[in-house]
């Protein structure tokens, strides 16, 4: 019944989702919307992981959330809806947050024509080092120019770089500049504000929203922000803990269960430590973390 239809493209696979899921808040059985709901988080259609989030789950946070309310019902009362979107903050903070140590030192486009070009040499060099900022100059003949535009046309995504030709003088200058929106994603905090985001559209009310939502692993959050901590999805539970209203063990009974067998995280030593009045100290399940520049309200 919930097989195909989602994995068209464009916004109707979004609203056949949303439709679904209203039919089943309008039957009062919502059974059928907890397996559509996990089948969305484990059978992607060959799509991965960030274009996942980019043209589905994302877009789909915000018509969930107006279902929600058009039923007078709260995100975190719900379990099968919060139980999707728990997941799909476990799935961001893992496959796209990511950890510091994950982080990219040199990338690996193969840009050059040749090993004896110095001006592909050059160029390569430039968008491969993920700390360059700086734009990429080339004061040459015409014909250089072209051939390192053609570089980028054949060798580069098309949406990572921006070219322009600067006519003052002779000869011209090409100039290259790294797109700050698609490649904040190589440095922790483009990632950091990035994930900020993301947590600011499931949580819109603010921290108290995020909080009551992912209820004791809210200080993980928190902590994987902080890129102190790496996020772990709890054990036992294959990716996802959607939840349904039947009592064969995947509800939200099972889920407690399994939150409790969670197993306590060190923190990474190759991380920075903790704030001093975090590190060492027993905290009461009602005190928050502080998040440094971390702001969701």
């Known amino acids: 019944m919930f097989n195909a239809p989602y994995r068209s493209q464009g916004s109707s696979r979004i609203d056949w989702i949303v439709e679904m899921v209203d039919l089943c808040f309008t039957v009062g059985e919502m059974g059928p919307c907890s397996h559509l709901l996990k089948d969305i988080l484990l059978q992607r259609g060959g799509a991965n992981i960030a274009e996942m989030f980019k043209t589905v789950y994302v877009p789909l946070i915000p018509k969930l959330k107006s279902t929600l309310e058009k039923y007078g019902k709260r995100m975190s009362s719900e379990p099968t809806i919060a139980s999707f979107l728990r997941n799909l903050i476990s799935l961001y903070l893992v496959h796209i947050l990511g950890s510091r140590s994950t982080l990219p030192k040199q990338l690996s486009h193969a840009v050059k024509c040749g090993p004896h070009c ?14 360059t900022v700086n734009e990429y100059r080339l004061k040459a003949a015409q014909g250089r120019r072209k051939h390192i535009e053609s570089r980028i046309r054949n060798a580069m995504p098309s949406d990572c770089l921006a070219t ?38 499931v949580a819109s009310s603010g921290e108290a929203e995020l ?13 994987a922000l902080q890129g102190v901590q790496t996020f772990t999805p709890v054990e036992g539970l294959v990716g996802v803990d959607v939840t349904g209203s039947d009592s064969s063990g995947t509800g939200a009974g099972a889920m407690g269960r399994a939150t409790a067998r969670r197993p306590t ?29 971390i702001v969701l309200t």
């Open 265 to 293: 995280v060190g923190l990474n030593p190759t991380m920075p430590p903790l704030p001093p009045n975090i590190a060492g100290v027993k905290r009461k399940r009602s005190d928050s973390l502080p998040t440094d520049a």
């Open 118 to 131: 110095s001006d592909c040499t050059g160029f390569e060099a430039w968008v491969n080092d993920v700390n």
């Open 164 to 201: 322009d030709t600067l006519t003052i003088g002779s000869p011209h200058t090409l100039v290259v500049s790294k797109k700050k929106e698609v490649w904040a994603k190589y440095t922790w905090s483009g990632r950091q504000t990035s994930a900020v985001v993301f947590l600011k559209a």
């Open 211 to 223: 909080k009551e939502l992912m209820g004791e692993r809210y200080t993980d959050v928190l902590k």
